[in-house]
């Protein structure tokens, strides 16, 4: 009777421990590289984040965006996890997950610009991975760029459009000039 009572114990925590973590989600996702592209007609401008020691250890690389006042650019980004030989493109993964990340675009002050989105996952709700960023007055601050994972949880899908649920894969602040 005991060893059926301990196995029966056994069982029931084994089964626990994995509805625990499907109820906290996956993992956030290893990103070493973030590449902003902005374009305007054949005005074509990249910038980027590297980092690719991950947290701590050596400084991240990160370039001042530069952009016209004034001026609509169509942006898209991408994720690396430049870890691994041969990189690992996130942005895949996330387009495939898109019901579960959300990209945010914020600068530090809307004279800055605004972002809208031109991507929607199959519930209708924003991603991210491509729109639009149009640029106001000139001046300086910071862009704020955001990748939100948020699973669902105990099947229940969490993403609502905002940045509220979920946590971030990474959450960076460029320098912005515009001018």
Do not use: W
């Not at 984040?49 to 004034?70: C, E, F, Q, R, W």
């Not at 996890?81 to 690992?88: F, I, R």
């Not at 996952?121 to 924003?126: A, R, S, Y």
């Not at 699973?151 to 602040?173: A, E, H, V, Y």
């Amino acid at each position: 009777m005991k060893k059926s009572s301990i196995l029966l114990l056994c069982f029931v925590l084994g089964f626990s421990a994995c509805k625990k973590e499907d109820e906290i989600g996956e993992e956030n996702e290893l990103i070493t590289t973030i590449k902003l592209n902005f374009k305007n007609g054949t005005d074509i401008k990249s910038f980027s984040y590297k980092d690719l020691d991950g947290d701590g250890g050596i400084t991240p690389v990160i370039d001042k965006i530069s952009l016209a006042a004034n001026t609509t650019y169509d942006l898209s980004i991408e994720f690396l996890d430049e870890s691994k030989s041969p990189a690992v493109n996130i942005t895949q993964e996330v387009s495939g997950e898109s019901d579960e990340h959300l990209v945010l675009f914020t600068p530090s002050t809307i004279a800055l610009g605004t972002y809208s989105y031109a991507d929607k996952d199959v519930n209708l709700l924003p991603i991210g991975l491509i729109g639009k960023y149009s640029t106001q007055s000139a001046g300086m601050g910071m862009l704020k760029v955001q990748l939100r994972h948020q699973p669902p949880i105990n099947g229940k899908n969490t993403k609502d459009g905002t940045s509220i649920p979920g946590s971030d894969d990474i959450n960076i602040d460029f320098a912005l000039e515009v001018k």
